[in-house]
């Protein structure tokens, strides 16, 4: 029994050695540098920047400048008193990136998901169905929102996975692909000479 105790002792100190520090997303939108991005806060800053947007255009035009908006403030102000409809928003926002987590957990080993191993094109088409079945559950006589908030997050998820894990930002910079999800739209060429992982994408719009 001692010689057994021994040997868990030896294992957990070798996990501890062994795994001490490693390279990664961080878990939760907190970290060192503000240029650490988890798939949370990602999600959640282009969720309240549309909405501000969103607000800022059509809901009060003329209040707001459209090119420099401070998101939150924006979104808080227009709820105002209204504690319950912030709530609310707040949920929403809650259950879109619980489905791009829940997504990950999920499919994270599934390249098609992850836009990984020169899966693009596989990975699109999984985008487009899922726009098709976003939109037909919106228009559908009772649509069950939360349900289509989670297919959304998961949307979300291989959309961010695009932008990780091709080389994209190297060839177009900052420039948002918009052919993403709309298969017809979308020219894939696979340059075989890059080393592994790396995926050269022309498009016919761009």
Same mark, same amino acid.
């Given at each position: 029994?001692?010689?057994?105790?021994?040997?868990?002792?030896?294992?957990?100190?070798?996990?501890?050695?062994? /795994?001490?520090?490693?390279?990664?997303? +961080?878990?939760?939108?907190?970290?060192?540098?503000?240029?650490? /991005? $988890?798939?949370?806060?990602?999600?959640?800053?282009?969720?309240? *920047?549309? $909405?501000? #947007?969103?607000?800022?255009?059509?809901?009060?035009?003329?209040?707001?400048?459209?090119?420099?908006?401070?998101?939150?403030?924006?979104?808080?102000?227009?709820?105002?008193?209204?504690?319950?409809?912030?709530?609310?928003?707040?949920?929403?926002?809650?259950?879109?990136?619980?489905?791009?987590?829940?997504?990950?957990?999920?499919?994270?080993a599934n390249a098609m998901y992850t836009m990984n191993a020169?899966?693009?094109?596989?990975?699109? +088409?999984? #985008?487009?169905?899922?726009?098709?079945?976003?939109?037909?559950?919106? *228009?559908?006589?009772?649509?069950?929102?939360? /349900?289509?908030?989670?297919?959304?997050?998961?949307?979300?998820?291989?959309?961010?996975?695009?932008?990780?894990?091709?080389?994209?930002?190297? #060839?177009?910079?900052?420039?948002?692909?918009?052919?993403?999800?709309? +298969?017809?739209?979308?020219?894939?060429?696979?340059?075989?000479?890059?080393?592994v992982g790396y995926i050269i994408i022309h498009q016919s719009?761009?």
């Open positions: 029994m001692i010689r057994e105790n021994n040997f868990n002792k030896s294992v957990h100190l070798q996990n501890i050695v062994y /795994f001490t520090w490693c390279d990664a997303f +961080l878990p939760t939108n907190f970290g060192a540098k503000e240029t650490d /991005f $988890s798939h949370k806060s990602i999600t959640e800053n282009a969720v309240n *920047k549309a $909405s501000a #947007l969103y607000i800022a255009k059509f809901l009060k035009p003329g209040v707001y400048n459209d090119t420099d908006l401070n998101e939150m403030k924006v979104i808080h102000e227009f709820f105002g008193h209204d504690t319950a409809s912030l709530k609310d928003y707040l949920n929403v926002v809650g259950y879109l990136v619980y489905g791009n987590n829940n997504a990950q957990r999920q499919y994270g020169e899966q693009i094109e596989n990975g699109n +088409l999984l #985008l487009e169905n899922k726009r098709d079945t976003i939109i037909r559950l919106a *228009k559908s006589p009772n649509p069950d929102w939360n /349900f289509i908030r989670l297919t959304i997050g998961e949307f979300l998820m291989t959309l961010q996975m695009f932008y990780s894990n091709t080389n994209w930002i190297e #060839l177009k910079g900052l420039k948002v692909n918009t052919a993403l999800g709309i +298969l017809s739209l979308l020219k894939i060429i696979i340059d075989e000479g890059r080393s719009i761009l």
